[in-house]
């Protein structure tokens, strides 16, 4: 067991000296639990149009299956949590997280030396990297490697410091000591439920077909009518929940460059979001995660929120 401990605090060390803001371990498993809480979910129709979360739903709940002979899941946290807000106080809003370069690949890239230091330490072990791209339950995964808790709004909140990040995922065959699981510290708190504009919250769920994210980048239909002046000025994500909650008042501003806002962005004004043309769009949200939604998605989302 010491073996397994040194070797899960070595790559702990060495993913914090790479800028993870927390790793944890946890012993790669059925995720009994999740399973019927997954499958009340579909069958609920909470997934909306999101039709992929209804496909590989045995990959999503053993990691077995993902990496064969898996004996660890590796989760990791990685800040993004930037103050700064948009110069105009009427221009359509976007989440912090997409401000700055795509995080799929910011956090990919910064995975490469983990993978390379655990390669050279521990010789050819199977791994694979999981950056919010395949069938994992990032969250499950995160919450039981102790990086935190699913708050009721089922972000991870670690404390000391909130919910402003990134997950990613190493499963691999490398056995490791595993971390106790983190506990839940939301208590009788719920200003996140009694924030969300769209009631697309419950304590420890969210309707995903009524989340201002789903309806900004995932519907590719029309936003339903029902939402009309209920979006409370957001046209890519929404941040409600997470600035309303008390343990973001503990989060400290990301050290990552790739994530700083572009200064365009920032000082777009109502009046410039309204008249955007795609050369525009291209050019503010080159390498963004905002390009999503596409330029046509972005203008309807912008164009609903005009509408009374």
């Given at each position: 067991?010491?073996?397994?401990?040194?070797?899960?605090?070595?790559?702990?060390?060495?993913?914090?000296?790479?800028?993870?803001?927390?790793?944890?371990?946890?012993?790669?498993?059925?995720?009994?639990?999740?399973?019927?809480?997954?499958?009340?979910?579909?069958?609920?129709?909470?997934?909306?149009?999101?039709?992929?979360?209804?496909?590989?739903?045995?990959?999503?709940?053993?990691?077995?299956?993902?990496?064969?002979?898996?004996?660890?899941?590796?989760?990791?946290?990685?800040?993004?949590?930037?103050?700064?807000?948009?110069?105009?106080?009427?221009?359509?809003?976007?989440?912090?997280?997409?401000?700055?370069?795509?995080?799929?690949?910011?956090?990919?890239?910064?995975?490469?030396?983990?993978?390379?230091?655990?390669?050279?330490?521990?010789?050819?072990?199977?791994?694979?990297?999981?950056?919010?791209s395949a069938p994992v339950l990032e969250k499950a995964w995160a919450e039981r490697s102790g990086l935190g808790w699913r708050g009721k709004h089922t972000n991870v909140i670690r404390q000391g410091n909130g919910s402003w990040f990134f997950l990613a995922e190493l499963i691999t065959d490398l056995e490791l000591e595993p971390d106790p699981p983190a506990m839940d510290h939301c208590g009788s708190c719920r200003r996140c439920i009694d924030a969300c504009p769209t009631d697309a919250i419950e304590p420890?769920?969210?309707?995903?077909?009524?989340?201002?994210?789903?309806?900004?980048?995932?519907?590719?239909?029309?936003?339903?009518?029902?939402?009309?002046?209920?979006?409370?000025?957001?046209?890519?994500?929404?941040?409600?929940?997470?600035?309303?909650?008390?343990?973001?008042?503990?989060?400290?501003?990301?050290?990552?460059?790739?994530?700083?806002?572009?200064?365009?962005?920032?000082?777009?004004?109502?009046?410039?979001?309204?008249?955007?043309?795609?050369?525009?769009?291209?050019?503010?949200?080159?390498?963004?995660?905002?390009?999503?939604?596409?330029?046509?998605?972005?203008?309807?989302?912008?164009?609903?929120?005009?509408?009374?």
């Amino acid at each position: 067991m010491r073996d397994l401990r040194e070797r899960s605090d070595g790559i702990k060390k060495k993913a914090r000296e790479l800028g993870f803001l927390a790793c944890g371990v946890a012993r790669a498993a059925y995720l009994e639990e999740e399973a019927p809480r997954l499958e009340r979910w579909l069958r609920q129709g909470k997934q909306g149009a999101m039709g992929y979360m209804e496909r590989h739903f045995d990959l999503r709940l053993d990691p077995r299956k993902l990496v064969p002979g898996a004996r660890s899941v590796i989760s990791l946290a990685y800040n993004y949590h930037n103050p700064t807000r948009q110069a105009d106080p009427e221009a359509p809003k976007i989440s912090s997280y997409a401000y700055g370069r795509d995080y799929h690949k910011v956090v990919k890239k910064r995975l490469a030396p983990l993978i390379g230091h655990i390669h050279d330490s521990y010789g050819s072990v199977t791994l694979r990297a999981f950056v919010d791209s395949a069938p994992v339950l990032e969250k499950a995964w995160a919450e039981r490697s102790g990086l935190g808790w699913r708050g009721k709004h089922t972000n991870v909140i670690r404390q000391g410091n909130g919910s402003w990040f990134f997950l990613a995922e190493l499963i691999t065959d490398l056995e490791l000591e595993p971390d106790p699981p983190a506990m839940d510290h939301c208590g009788s708190c719920r200003r996140c439920i009694d924030a969300c504009p769209t009631d697309a919250i419950e304590p420890y769920g969210v309707d995903g077909s009524r989340c201002i994210s789903y309806l900004t980048i995932e519907l590719k239909d029309a936003i339903p009518a029902e939402f009309q002046g209920r979006m409370e000025g957001w046209a890519f994500g929404c941040d409600i929940c997470q600035q309303v909650c008390p343990w973001n008042r503990f989060a400290q501003t990301h050290s990552e460059p790739e994530f700083s806002p572009r200064s365009e962005l920032l000082q777009l004004t109502a009046a410039e979001w309204r008249d955007m043309t795609e050369v525009v769009f291209e050019r503010v949200f080159q390498g963004s995660a905002v390009k999503r939604t596409k330029y046509a998605g972005l203008i309807r989302n912008v164009r609903f929120l005009e509408e009374r």
